[in-house]
């Protein structure tokens, strides 16, 4: 069955330290690729989303993610965190042609201030 | 604009008991999707439905959970018979429709609390 694996459950960093958070799917053909912010209190919301074209995308808030097809990963990044970043962050995947959402089982990230 | 609304955001009830729970999606949003976020299982997929197709069943967990979406806007999420395990947060999406490049808008969820 098709899945997602994201390989840290809980990261702490300090302000201005650097993210990189993993994110590998088991399917072999077309699938769409997104990451989801759910902020302490809040809704799950957008961060970025790739469907084709350049693998690196931007999202919101000074996020990327790379698709490597290779490595069947979409590893999400951000250059220098903040204390607002504090949230549970989750990969997912659609396949071929849309539908329902293939959720990971999301990271906790803690931001010290 | 307004979001995906759900009702109630909190419900607590006893084992055994039926419950409905009630999504309204984005206006204009032909998808619509159930999922639940329980601890140790994560986000899961329920059913979604696409105007008028038959909905996608395959995530409901048991013939306990059913799903209607009445004139293509409105769904109610009904759980029979409900088991402790049945506790969790109950999220509701909504997209333009199915398609690829269509993201899913999220509700902020019922807690369903089984005692």
């Known amino acids: 069955a098709q899945s997602v694996s994201q390989h840290n459950h809980h990261v702490i960093l300090s302000e201005a330290a650097s993210l990189e958070l993993g994110c590998n799917y088991s399917y072999g053909g077309t699938v769409n690729l997104f990451w989801y912010v759910q902020y302490p209190g809040q809704h799950l919301q957008l961060l970025l989303k790739y469907f084709s074209g350049d693998p690196l995308v931007k999202g919101i808030k000074g996020f990327e993610a790379e698709f490597i097809k290779s490595k069947f990963s979409f590893n999400l990044r951000k250059p220098s965190v903040q204390w607002s970043d504090t949230a549970e962050y989750f990969c997912?995947?659609?396949?071929?042609?849309?539908?329902?959402?293939?959720f990971g089982q999301g990271t906790e990230l803690s931001v010290k201030p | 604009g307004a979001g995906v609304s759900q009702s109630p955001s909190n419900k607590v009830t006893e084992k055994g008991k039926d419950v409905e729970l009630r999504c309204d999606p984005i206006?204009?949003?032909?998808?619509l999707y159930w999922y639940r976020q329980s601890l140790g299982q994560g986000l899961e997929f329920l059913i979604y439905?696409?105007?008028?197709?038959?909905?996608?069943k395959s995530g409901l967990p048991s013939d306990r959970f059913s799903a209607e979406r009445t004139g293509g806007s409105v769904s109610t999420l009904t759980i029979q018979r409900t088991q402790q395990e049945d506790s969790a947060v109950y999220l509701c999406?909504?997209?333009?429709?199915?398609?690829?490049?269509?993201?899913?808008?999220f509700g902020d969820g019922t807690r369903l609390s089984i005692l």
């Open positions: 997912a995947v659609t396949l071929n042609q849309g539908g329902k959402l293939i």
């Open positions: 999406a909504s997209s333009l429709d199915t398609g690829y490049n269509q993201p899913q808008h």
């Open positions: 206006s204009g949003h032909t998808a």
């Open positions: 439905f696409q105007g008028n197709s038959a909905p996608d």
